[in-house]
Nanobody, 116 residues
Framework: QLVESGGGSVQAGGSLRLSCVVS?????MGWFRQAPGKEREVVAV???????TYADSVKGRFTISQDNAVNTLYLQMDSLKPEDTATYYC????????????????WGQGTQVTVS
């Protein structure tokens, strides 16, 4: 089960931090987003060995991290742009290909991020 929080509205250039509380153990977790009229896309993923991968559009602005002590995955989003507006989803699973969202078994309900 995944429970997300932290979305909201912010002006361009601002910051938000998304959180996702995870129950259970998986080898990979990530953040995905879907803008109106567009397909869901990967934002950032983190494997349990600590390796991370980011979409080119967010590199240098977003940071994915995980605090195992509180079973929480984070997405720190800085220098936000209007094109970052989307519903953001946390996902988790025992995956072989972290960038393939079809491999993720567990999904959060989504949290809205609006950048104006």
């Amino acid at each position: 089960q995944l429970v997300e929080s932290g979305g909201g509205s912010v002006q361009a250039g601002g910051s938000l931090r998304l959180s996702c509380v995870v129950s259970g153990f998986v080898n990979c977790m990530g953040w995905f987003r879907q803008a109106p009229g567009k397909e869901r896309e990967v934002v950032a993923v983190r494997v349990n060995d600590g390796s991370t991968t980011y979409a080119d559009s967010v590199k240098g602005r977003f940071t994915i991290s995980q605090d195992n002590a509180v079973n929480t995955l984070y997405l720190q989003m800085d220098s936000l742009k209007p094109e970052d507006t989307a519903t953001y989803y946390c996902a988790a699973g025992d995956v072989v290909y972290p960038l393939d969202q079809r491999e993720y078994n567990y999904w959060g309900q989504g949290t809205q991020v609006t950048v104006s």
